[in-house]
């Protein structure tokens, strides 16, 4: 924990944060999607990607 001034959080830190967050979140993305087209031994266009609720096993 650390005791700065709202402003530089706003204007220093935060901005970093959020960019570094869609960097990992990209890397990520990108690494999930390649180890299931290899676990089910497609490529990545015949994998169909949808947002929602998972399957329960």
């Known amino acids: ?18 960019q ?12 999930t999607k390649r180890v299931i087209a290899q676990a089910i031994g497609t490529e990545e266009g015949d994998v169909e990607m949808r947002e929602g609720q998972a399957l329960e096993a």
């Open 1 to 18: 924990m650390v005791r700065v001034a709202k402003s530089y959080v706003d204007e220093t830190l935060w901005p970093e944060f959020q």
């Open 20 to 31: 570094l967050q869609a960097v990992l979140h990209e890397h990520f993305e990108t690494v």
